[in-house]
Nanobody, 115 residues
């Protein structure tokens, strides 16, 4: 099993910033992808950003230029720096972990962008 511990959500005003962190522990694979997905009320969950073991990063178009995903392999941790937040970014953000044979999800952390 792999456990994912998320932190960093909260309430922020439009134009503000937040940083999410997610640390994986347990039986970590040698090769795995981590990232974040989000689900807004009444909408389907969407992948926000992913990063592979070799550092290849993908972003959903709506966050390109505003969000930055990074990874510390030594700590099995990923960070999602979110800048220029707007109300459309309001959602529950879920950390995810994928390897060839397994996938795991975090419990989710609420991000609310509101004035």
């Amino acid at each position: 099993q792999v456990q994912l511990v998320e932190s960093g959500g909260g309430l922020v005003q439009p134009g503000g910033s937040l940083r999410l962190s997610c640390t994986a522990s347990g039986s970590i694979d040698s090769i795995y992808t981590m990232g974040w997905s989000r689900q807004a009320p009444g909408k389907q969950r969407e992948s926000v950003a992913t990063i592979t073991s070799v550092g290849r990063i993908n972003y959903v178009d709506s966050v390109k230029g505003r969000f930055t995903l990074s990874r510390d392999n030594a700590k099995n941790t990923v960070y999602l720096q979110m800048n220029s937040l707007n109300p459309a970014d309001t959602a529950v953000y879920y950390c995810n972990y994928f390897s060839l044979r397994r996938s795991f999800w975090g419990q989710g952390t609420q991000v609310t962008v509101s004035s």
